[in-house]
């Protein structure tokens, strides 16, 4: 094949041979073929690792491989027998790096030894793990206030390191803790609580085999959480229909074969998946939702006019819930013609959706990006909860909420401390647990420790995992802030772009990575995560880590902390060398969640954290679940003309976050490039752009600073009008620091308002 630019419309089922083939590909182009394949098996196994690609939970049934191809994916980038140690970055100065592409930098390898930036040559340079310790402990305590600092977790961080980083953090004074939940599932974490008294989902992996119907909005299952398409075909299989409500018609969400069926595999055979394909604007959920939730109001009155059952759970909503006659009144005051205009859907099709919603006696709604990633992400979830309420499906076995996670440990973290505003019961338990008195000030989360860069108030950044860089909004003014900091540290496995946009002083500090066998004093040892499910599991590495210099996240916690807090009476050095003594503190620290830690999680695959509205227990002010209004039908404030597009930056098939592995996205056809736009094909004409056409796009704005990214190929496809498409991170310059959801803090990813410019010619970074 050709390493030109093009498009060719996929046409097949997702899954299937393309996915086997890609993921023996993927395993014999890392070189990692036999020690992969024995990591493959011990994969989401009691006594091996979880994959550290997505927060699904693993099912009950016993299956012998229990992996996807882009598990194998993240999998075969992390046991790669590439790596980046000395010599390479004594052959490359920062500046060259700079100018190399994410993919490239990816492609180098395992970084296997400490480095710290040397100013005079702009080279990393090997330093020694106490050097490292000894400058971030010198940084630190030269603030003139802890809140300078800031202390980043993505979300592939085990249980037990969180737990540590977040004493650690809270010892030394701040609660500045961004974290990449801010930027993804945060609209849950603080928007579903308000709705049902917790910010978690409420399913479990058994409920999928008991649901009467499943929808899922806003979440590229295929692509992002490709396990869960087993439970999808299931549902399928026994009958039960699926509404996927999604701008893209993303080809796993219409046919799918699992690449583990090998009936299926044998006879190129595959499974419808969704029986109704709702082709929503971006934005256009809530209209969505009004919609269904009007048709259900109108079916319940006719039922009960006509003497039949009614068809919603009056019961559920009696004893169970709150605010029911204002929801109703809001509802019913929303007109058709405004739900059509802003769904983009026919009424006829809503109200055919709302027909199986009401014949369903237990319902799962699963959300994911398209969902949260946008100004009102969180108002969005009430909406979600409020259908769910409706029918009384919360409580019941096959119904409940189901966020999908993104990163394997994202919930996790939270639980344990990562948490920029924390409860006074949590900070008076730590007080309790560790003697010392932990600061009560609310921190920062993502948006306002970027703020804090900006205007010059943050010193040190310290990033546990993540590419924190390329991840947030406006990157070319956050490089430049990021440039300013006295003090950049990145605790990473692989090389990446938040390692080369740095502080006057920079570490770079590699850790030994989920797959790896992580031995200390006491043994080897497994660290804990917690799935999307509230399951917590153990992992244990089964591969040798890749260099001998490699330290884990929870040790360079723990010597970080003893730089930093000399005086420090926690016993750090214990942790280091048994981490059931971290899990033992956790217990203290979490009665209600995690009594008894170190024995549960020995037994049989570990145990699930309570969620108590499977209970029908609502921790709400009101004690009851609330339902809530949106005010009208707006996700995203209007802005611009009859010529802006809402644009969703959005994840390829070969990427994972800023990871790109390769420039391919198989089932949207794009292959050798990431510079694309998808567009609506009257839209395009009314553009004057043809297919293949080079556009630019400008983000429309009234701040006064302007946002462009040139060379964008632009691809016809089959998007909603005014709905456009392209990926993440390359598009982040165009998303501004200040479009974000007010409750939580996230920015709006999935909705920025674009108009395109002028044609620009190709510029996209590919050296060899
Ligand atoms: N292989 C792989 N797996 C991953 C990741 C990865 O990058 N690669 N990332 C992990 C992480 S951290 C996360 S958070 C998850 C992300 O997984 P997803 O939640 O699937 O995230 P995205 O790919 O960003 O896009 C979500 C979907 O939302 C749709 N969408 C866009 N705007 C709207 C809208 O307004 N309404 C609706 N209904 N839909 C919309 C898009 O078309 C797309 O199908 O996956 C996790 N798993
Ligand atoms: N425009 C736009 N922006 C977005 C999004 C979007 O959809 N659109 N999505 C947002 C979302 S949902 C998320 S979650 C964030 C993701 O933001 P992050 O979590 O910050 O980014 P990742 O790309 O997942 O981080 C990858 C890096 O993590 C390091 N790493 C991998 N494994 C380990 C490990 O085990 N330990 C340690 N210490 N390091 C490790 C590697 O060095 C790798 O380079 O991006 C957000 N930004
Ligand atoms: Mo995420």
């Known amino acids: 094949m050709s390493d030109k630019p093009e498009f060719k419309p996929y046409t097949h089922p997702a899954g299937g041979w393309g996915a ?21 098996l011990a994969m989401n196994h009691p006594d091996g690792f979880k994959c550290p690609s997505c927060a699904w939970p693993d099912p009950d049934r016993e299956k012998t491989l229990e992996f996807c191809e882009n598990g194998a994916k993240a999998l075969a980038f992390e046991a ?10 004594a052959a490359h100065t920062v500046t060259d790096l700079m100018s190399r592409s994410d993919h490239w930098l990816e492609e180098q390898g395992r970084l296997t030894r400490p480095m710290r930036y040397d ?4 080279h990393y340079v090997p330093c020694t793990w106490d050097e490292a310790y000894a400058m971030i402990g010198r940084h630190l ?7 300078q600092a800031e202390f980043y977790t993505s979300g592939r961080t085990s249980n037990e390191a969180a737990f540590l980083y977040s004493v650690f953090v809270r010892a030394f004074g701040t609660n500045n803790f961004p974290d990449c939940s801010n930027m993804c599932h945060e609209p849950t974490s603080r928007g579903l609580p308000m709705s049902i008294g917790i910010g978690k989902g409420t399913v479990q992996m058994k409920d999928f085999a008991h649901a009467g119907a499943i929808f899922i909005i806003g979440q590229n299952t295929g692509t992002n959480s490709p396990r869960m398409m087993t439970e999808l075909v299931h549902a399928r299989k026994r009958g039960a229909p699926i509404v996927a409500v999604n701008p893209m018609p993303e080809r796993a969400l219409i046919r799918f074969t699992e690449p583990q069926d090998p009936i299926k595999m044998a006879t190129f055979g595959s499974t419808p998946i969704a029986s109704e394909f709702c082709h929503v604007r971006i934005g256009g959920d809530v209209a969505f939702l009004k919609g269904v939730m009007k048709t259900l109001f109108q079916m319940d009155a006719d039922a009960v006019a006509k003497g039949e059952p009614a068809v919603l759970d009056h019961a559920f909503i009696t004893e ?3 605010g029911f006659a204002a929801l109703k009144a809001d509802i019913e005051a929303t007109r058709w013609p405004d739900i059509v205009a802003t769904s983009g859907l026919s009424e006829e099709q809503i109200r055919r959706v709302a027909g199986i919603y009401a014949a369903s006696n237990a319902t799962i709604i699963c959300f994911g990006m398209g969902v949260t990633q946008h100004q009102q992400g969180s108002r969005v979830i009430h909406q979600i909860a409020n259908l769910l309420m409706l029918r009384g499906n919360f409580g019941k076995e096959g119904a409940g909420i189901c966020p999908v996670r993104g990163h394997s440990n994202v919930q996790g973290d939270r639980t344990v401390g990562i948490d920029e505003k924390p409860t006074s019961i949590y900070l008076d338990r730590l007080q309790a647990a560790f003697g010392f008195s932990p600061p009560r000030e609310h921190g920062h989360h993502v948006i306002e420790s970027v703020q804090a860069m900006i205007d010059g108030t943050a010193k040190v950044f310290i990033g546990m995992g993540g590419n924190f860089i390329h991840a947030i909004p406006d990157t070319p003014v956050a490089y430049e802030a990021m440039a300013r900091l006295d003090l950049t540290v990145g605790i990473a496995t692989k090389l990446n772009r938040g390692h080369l946009v740095h502080g006057r002083d920079a570490l770079i500090l590699p850790v030994i990575a989920r797959s790896e066998i992580d031995m200390q004093k006491t043994g080897p040892q497994f660290v804990t995560i917690e799935d999307a499910m509230s399951g917590v599991t153990r992992s244990h590495g089964v591969l040798h880590p890749t260099s001998a210099d490699l330290r884990s996240e929870i040790e360079i916690v723990c010597r970080m902390a003893r730089a930093t807090l000399p005086d420090s009476t926690i016993d750090w050095e214990g942790f280091i060398d048994d981490y059931d003594l971290i899990r033992d503190k956790i ?9 008894g830690f170190n024995t549960r999680i020995r037994q049989g695959k570990g145990f699930s954290l309570p969620v108590p509205p499977r209970q029908r227990i609502w921790n709400t002010p009101t004690g009851k679940a609330n339902f809530l209004i949106f005010d009208g039908l707006d996700e995203d404030t209007p802005i611009g003309g009859p010529d802006m597009l809402r644009l969703s930056t959005i994840r390829s098939h070969d990427q994972y976050n800023t990871t790109v592995y390769t420039n391919n996205d198989r089932y949207r056809g794009v292959y050798n490039t990431r510079m694309v736009v998808f567009m609506n094909k009257d839209d395009m004409a009314a553009r004057g752009l043809t297919d293949g056409a080079m556009a630019a796009l400008e983000t429309i704005s009234s ?7 040139n060379g964008l190929m632009v691809v016809p496809y089959p998007m909603p009008r005014g709905s456009i498409a392209g990926y993440y991170p390359e598009l982040n310059p ?3 620091l200040s479009h974000f959801d007010q409750i939580a803090g996230t920015p709006a990813a999935k909705s920025i308002p674009v108009r395109v410019t002028a044609a620009a010619p190709a510029a996209q970074p590919e050296p060899a």
């Open 20 to 40: 086997a083939n890609a993921t023996a590909r993927v395993l014999m182009e890392q070189s990692v073929l036999a020690k992969g394949s024995r990591a493959l």
């Open 80 to 89: 790669t027998k590439r790596t980046v140690g000395a010599d390479f970055f």
């Open 119 to 122: 100013a005079a040559t702009d």
């Open 141 to 147: 305590r030269a603030l003139d206030h802890p809140d």
């Open 320 to 322: 169970h819930t709150d």
């Open 587 to 595: 217990a203290q620290v979490y009665p209600d969640l995690y009594a």
């Open 703 to 709: 701040d006064g600073t302007q946002r462009r990214v």
């Open 734 to 736: 165009l998303l501004p």
